[in-house]
């Protein structure tokens, strides 16, 4: 009886340590992800018209983060402009980001394209933030949104 309880216990704090984001702070300089060349990387601003034209776009872009999933930094937001943020997931779940990117400025690689968001998805990204109950609850329509697939993220200055 108490090797199942140990070993339930084990499993336990194994499972809380992964789901667990990265450590770090998120310093100038930090790379998650692939290596990638960050010189002049468009302006976030830019992907609204860049994208209306197109369906899908490569593009390395300039911005400031927003948000990270707190369970295990999978996701990200980031800023485009006063009524638009985007949101980043991580090419196939290769690598992740510490909570301390949140309000760093960030070069990304990768694709965007938009994207309708079900009320299902929005609770779940809003459950992972750590959003409150009510406002939870307040999500009830589909959100049309820019998406981002990342393959790499720079901390820069």
């Not at 980031?78 to 990117?101: H, W």
Request: net charge positive; proline share 3%.
């Amino acid at each position: 009886m108490k090797k199942n309880i140990f070993t339930f216990l084990f499993l336990a704090f194994v499972l809380i340590i992964k789901a667990q984001p990265p450590k770090g702070n998120a310093k100038l300089g930090s790379l998650y992800g692939l290596k990638f060349n960050a010189e002049k990387p468009l302006s976030a601003s830019e992907i609204p018209s860049i994208l209306k034209d197109k369906d899908t776009v490569e593009i390395t872009v300039k911005a400031k983060a927003l948000d990270a999933c707190s369970s295990k930094g999978c996701w990200l937001t980031f800023y485009i402009n006063d009524s638009t943020n985007a949101f980043v997931k991580m090419n196939d779940y290769s690598f992740f980001v510490p909570l301390a990117i949140i309000g760093k400025n960030i070069v990304l690689k990768g694709k965007s394209f938009i994207k309708t968001t079900s009320v299902s998805e929005l609770k779940h990204y809003a459950e992972d933030a750590n959003k409150s109950q009510k406002e939870i609850d307040e999500i009830i329509n589909d959100k049309k949104e820019i998406r981002f697939i990342a393959t790499g993220i720079l901390v820069v200055k």
